[in-house]
């Protein structure tokens, strides 16, 4: 059954690809036949679906709503376009920004929280957005892997490791993946004002600022992003925790927005903002990727990586590098690196060597991975799914266009850099 998992896998990501107004309902689809084939059984449907991410987004979606009502994001749109020349700065600007929260708070969270400030600047220009929140995504995903708790991926193999929060900065007398992921960020940064070189339409200045009309939904996404922060700190908490703490905070939000109102519009306008489609589109995801890890193709995917070096070290770093960029750019990132963590350690130990550098390279090419295509990555999915919302259609190329080159200008730079600070 692992090559027909495999090549419904392969077919539903092509026609997800082909077919991008369909994406949702492919990939439930999808996921449905996995499971009524038996590829992959009753009793491991829930544990392959991440819940923590589905409630995250509809937990923050719901407060970003309450935020945007309160006219926060136009305020902060005002504030920037202020400070930036033109266009092109704006969208380097957007992605900055969100590649510095998404060093400290989970990459759907994230975008979910940037994207409004994006689309009130364009909105302001009268630009289209999609270059915006395209940019925001995969800075996101790149920053994930910075510190210790950016993304579920550097979560697990600090764990592994026993490393602590300041081990990302500095490791074993030498800089760590911070830095590495830091120098990724500036060329990628350089590789979008090329990209979006042509983009010279001055930002008009204006001495009026937009004026908050509520500064509550400020203070709810601040505190989101604050409990998420200290969340990551908390040893052996439960796998739903950051899910929970954005849907409780969504219904803080909820309360105080019937009290200040007194009508149920004020309850049911935000949840009708929640993105079902996205969030249906992911639960594909993940019954996908549960039922192609159940039929052994990860596990053979990760020990054919492993093989592949031949002994060699830089052959083998070199293998996992790039083929988990590949990889990631398809599947899931968490199965796999909790998948190759142990494979890793079993090779270091059969061939007496120091294994961190190839760790780092696993963190590394399976984080920017997902910056490779559409659906890639949860914060892509995300972002592609609010412009959706709002009339806006994302073809593969314009995707393509910025997710490869920005990929291309992150990891290289980080490949050269971790080898000679670990592998030399």
């Known amino acids: 059954m692992m090559i027909g998992a495999l090549i419904l896998f392969a077919l539903t990501y092509v026609l997800m690809l082909a077919f991008s107004k369909y994406r949702p309902y492919i990939a439930l689809a999808s996921g449905l036949v996995f499971i009524v084939t038996g590829m992959l059984s009753l009793e491991n ?8 991410v589905l409630l995250m987004i509809a937990g923050t979606m719901g407060t970003v709503a309450l935020f945007i009502e309160s006219k926060m994001p136009e305020l902060l749109a005002d504030l920037i376009m202020s400070k930036i020349p033109n266009v092109k700065w704006a969208i380097v600007a957007m992605s900055l920004f969100s590649g510095i929260i998404s060093a400290f708070v989970d990459n759907v969270a994230t975008v979910l929280m940037v994207a409004p400030v994006a ?4 909105k302001k220009l009268k630009v289209n957005p999609v270059p915006f929140i395209i940019s925001i995504a995969v800075s996101s995903n790149l920053q994930g892997a ?15 490791l026993d490393m602590s929060f300041m081990d990302f900065f500095w490791y074993k007398g030498r800089p760590g993946m911070f830095f590495a992921v830091e120098l990724g960020a500036i060329l990628s940064a350089v ?3 090329f990209l979006f070189r042509k983009e010279k339409a001055p930002i008009p200045k204006s001495g009026e600022l937009t004026k908050v009309n509520d500064f509550v939904p400020t203070l709810l996404l601040g505190g989101t992003i604050l409990a ?8 052996n908490k439960p796998a739903i925790t950051n899910g929970l703490i954005c849907c409780v905070i969504l219904l803080m939000g909820l309360v105080y927005n019937f009290i200040r109102k007194r009508t149920a519009e004020a309850v049911v306008s935000p949840l009708k903002t929640i993105d079902f489609e996205t969030i249906g589109l992911l639960l594909g995801l993940f019954i996908m990727i549960g039922g192609i890890s159940e039929q052994g193709v990860i596990d053979a995917a990760a020990n054919l990586l492993a093989k592949a070096g031949g002994g060699n070290v830089f052959v083998l770093y070199t293998v996992i590098v790039w083929a988990s960029v590949l990889i990631s750019a398809f599947i899931d990132n968490i199965p796999y690196v909790a998948t190759m963590i142990p494979v890793i350690g079993g090779l270091a130990a059969a061939l007496n ?12 090419g399976a984080t920017l991975g997902g910056n490779c295509t559409p659906i890639g990555a949860s914060a892509n999915i ?7 919302k709002e009339g806006y259609t994302v073809k593969n190329s314009d995707f393509f266009k910025i997710g490869i080159p920005f990929t291309l ?10 080898w000679i600070m670990y592998g030399v």
Request: glycine letters at 8%; proline letters at 4%.
């Open 228 to 235: 998420l922060i200290i969340a990551s700190f908390i040893p």
């Open 382 to 388: 995300t972002g592609i799914g609010i412009l959706r």
């Open 353 to 364: 060597i120091d294994p961190t550098v190839l760790y780092f390279g696993l963190l590394s």
């Open 409 to 418: 200008a992150a990891i290289i730079p980080a490949y050269i850099l971790l």
């Open 45 to 52: 449907i829930f544990g392959s679906v991440d819940f923590n």
């Open 119 to 122: 689309l009130e600047i364009a």
């Open 191 to 193: 590789i979008v004002a």
């Open 146 to 160: 910075a510190t210790l708790v950016g993304d579920t991926t550097a979560i697990m193999l600090g764990s592994a």
